[in-house]
């Protein structure tokens, strides 16, 4: 079994390449999601997934695990779609 990631460089690295991943094979429900305010809830289970990834990779005993799921989110996903035209910028 590979040893789980307990830096929390790396592990922002990480969660920064899952949430890449879910955003570039998902690009329509990123760009509705971001234009009707709706991206959680249309991602929800691509996004679960994707912290169930990430836990399952970065050691328990980091404490910023959650917080590093969820900036990655907003730095790669809802950052980047800035470009979209929504209500919720």
């Known amino acids: 079994m590979a040893k789980l990631v307990d830096n929390p460089k790396l592990a922002f690295r ?3 390449a899952i949430i890449s ?8 429900k990123v760009k509705e999601g971001i234009k009707n305010d ?6 929800a289970e691509e996004l679960k997934e994707g912290r169930d990834h990430f836990y ?8 910023e695990r959650d917080h590093l799921y969820d900036r990655a ?17």
């Open 21 to 28: 991943d879910i955003a570039l094979y998902n690009p329509e």
């Open 14 to 16: 990480l969660a920064r």
């Open 73 to 89: 989110i907003v730095d790669v996903m809802i950052r980047q779609a800035g470009k979209i035209e929504s209500s919720i910028w």
């Open 56 to 63: 399952g990779r970065v050691s328990p005993e980091l404490t």
């Open 38 to 43: 709706s991206v959680f809830e249309l991602l």
